[in-house]
């Protein structure tokens, strides 16, 4: 499967430099949901190894965009989009690119985790297992590496053929990221992923967060502001299916260029 | 209120039915004790009742029509549960499964009878011919028979796990579906790894639940289940089951032979009240479980 996966466009991890600005390219981007514009012409370069926010009030299209990245706004009956985004050069909608291939390519986190009813041990193979790796090594590695990563290596080793759903609800949303880096991505999408979570659990997982961009390129969308500003670089702040402002999270938080932006950050509205 | 008064009133009755049929059956559980059970002969001329050649009809018709019926549900719930097809021709297919389950037991027979009995006489007298040598295709081939019965239950029980295992994919979160699609998988790899293990506990309910009401299914295999209490391998020969022996049996019973029956009419309400209190159990556990995932 790897062989296979690296002679892929979107196979990045060989030749791809830390630190590249426009890692993920939006270019004008429009999304509609039926009739229904949601995203009216997006532009946005986001870099690589860094973690990147997406902020703005309900229903202002973050995780519409943020669900495009990986194509899985297309399960959705009726829906079409304008414009284009690339991903290290390619667009992910050339016709050479299998969506599944893609998805292998980036992780999601979904904001209520998602684990499957099967063992700890399971889930985390089950991007292997699909993609036809059953090796008792390689599995055992990946578990361990990923949990590892998600920070929840020490919790579960001991009862890793124990049912998912027995883990605290923290631990099931580490366990989900655990998962989405099984197959080895670039980028983590991450919806919301703290806003059923305690603040303990919380803080664990915007800790493992600063962890990963080492490794991962992350886009997150919040709701929490003071989130945002601990846990990413970059910022970009929409309203009403626009872009209305992306820069560096600390001038975002200080000294925003926008007027709605800094309404917006000082609660005025949203 | 009212409804603790009903839970009692159909307890009691419960209490009371098999009360009454204990208390008939007296005279042949003090008589023959477990040797009904064992026994492999019945003839009430010479006052010998043994029922277990019945007890195997029972148990092999049943499993026949679950092992014949719960692919072809789990298909349908399947197809009816994901949007392969347009809704409108779920809805009909729906429907049309429904209806199988409002046909009277004795239309089932006599369908038995002029359809799955000819059918069964011609092709099993091939297979007969050809593979008789296999104990359970061995012929002749008559058209009353062990596997009339389980085709025709097969279709009768075929509603209760289409409407069962269809609830229980239905009830898997989308959520599930959602991660598994995110994690690269295509739709046929998210049905079969996560969509059914999900469902399996319900999908297990529906088997056995279908199974209880194979069991006691009474008319339609009379009609057509050959009533014959001597011991066959062959799936084309005779059989007969608990509750069909009671149907034929019962009218010209007098004496021992209808304490007899009563004794057979209580093993088979320990049957049905066993499988179906196990199915509803794994049913309860399944609903708590997927109510966790929400
Ligand atoms: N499946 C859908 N069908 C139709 N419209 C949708 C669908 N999903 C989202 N929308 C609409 O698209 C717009 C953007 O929604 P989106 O979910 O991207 O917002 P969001 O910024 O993520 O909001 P929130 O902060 O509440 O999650 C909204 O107006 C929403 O109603
Ligand atoms: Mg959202």
Redesign the pocket.
């Known amino acids: 499967m790897t062989t296979e996966a690296s002679q892929h466009p979107l196979e990045l991890t060989n030749d791809f430099a830390p630190g590249e600005s426009n890692f993920i390219k939006v270019d004008n981007f429009k999304f509609f ?2 009739k ?1 514009e ?1 995203l009216h012409g997006i532009n946005l370069e986001i870099p690589s190894r860094k973690v990147t926010a997406f902020i ?10 943020l669900r495009n990245f990986n194509r899985m706004n297309e399960l ?1 009956p009726g829906v079409h989009h304008e414009g284009d985004i690339t991903i290290h050069g390619t667009s992910i909608y050339d016709p050479s690119v299998e969506i599944i291939a893609l998805r292998r390519r980036i992780g999601m986190v979904f904001q209520k985790s998602n684990p499957f009813p099967m063992s700890i041990f399971e889930n985390i193979v089950y991007p292997l297992r699909i993609a036809g790796q059953n090796t008792r090594s390689v599995l055992e590695e990946t578990v361990e590496r990923c949990l590892r990563s998600a920070a929840l290596w020490d919790e579960v080793k001991d009862r890793l053929h124990d049912s998912a759903l027995g883990l605290s609800g923290g631990q099931m949303q580490r366990l989900c990221i655990a998962r989405a880096v099984a197959s080895r991505p670039e980028i983590l999408l991450m919806d ?1 992923p703290c806003s059923a979570l305690d603040p303990i659990a919380t803080a664990k997982v915007e800790e493992l967060i600063i962890e990963l961009k080492k490794d991962f390129t992350i886009v997150i ?1 919040t ?1 929490n502001m003071q989130q945002a500003s601990r846990v990413s670089e970059l910022t970009a702040f ?1 309203y009403l ?1 626009n872009l209305v402002e992306f820069d560096n999270t600390r001038k975002i938080f200080t000294n925003p260029s926008m007027k709605q932006t800094e309404e917006y950050i000082t609660g005025r509205f949203g | 209120m009212a409804c603790l008064l009903a839970s009692v009133l159909t307890i009691t009755l419960l209490a009371f039915i098999v009360g009454e049929i204990l208390f008939k059956a007296w005279p042949a559980i003090s008589k023959f004790g477990l040797g009904f059970i064992t026994g492999i002969q019945w003839s009430p001329n010479r006052e010998v009742f043994g029922v277990l050649p019945v007890l195997i009809g029972t148990a092999a018709s049943s499993f026949l029509a679950l092992l014949l019926a719960l692919p072809l549900g789990l298909a349908i719930a399947l197809f009816l549960s994901e949007d392969f097809l347009p809704p409108a021709i779920r809805q009909i297919i729906r429907f049309v499964v429904e209806l199988l389950a409002a046909i009277p037991s004795v239309v089932y027979g006599l369908w038995g009878i002029f359809v799955v009995i000819p059918l069964v006489q011609k092709y099993g007298a091939l297979v007969a011919a050809k593979l008789g040598f296999i104990p359970f295709l061995a012929g002749p081939a008559y058209g009353n028979s062990l596997l009339t019965a389980s085709l025709v239950l097969a279709l009768m029980v075929l509603p209760t796990i289409t409407a069962i295992s269809r609830s229980s994919l239905v009830a898997v979160p989308y959520a599930l579906r959602e991660g598994s699609y995110a994690l690269g998988a295509t739709r046929w790899e998210t049905i079969l790894s996560v969509i059914i293990p999900t469902a399996a506990p319900g999908i297990v309910a529906s088997g056995i639940l279908a199974f209880g009401r194979a069991m006691g299914e009474t008319m339609a295999v009379a009609m057509l289940i050959g009533n014959s209490q001597r011991l066959s391998w062959s799936l084309l020969s005779p059989s007969n089951t608990l509750s069909a022996l009671l149907a034929n049996q019962f009218a010209e019973a007098d004496g021992i032979q209808v304490s007899a029956l009563m004794y057979a009419a209580a093993l088979l309400v320990l049957l049905t009240l066993g499988v179906n209190i196990a199915g509803e159990a794994v049913l309860r556990r399944t609903q708590k479980a997927t109510a966790g995932l929400r």
């Open positions: 949901y039926g229904k949601a703005g009030p309900s229903g202002c299209g973050k995780s519409t965009l959705i919301e969308v709701h929409f299916g």
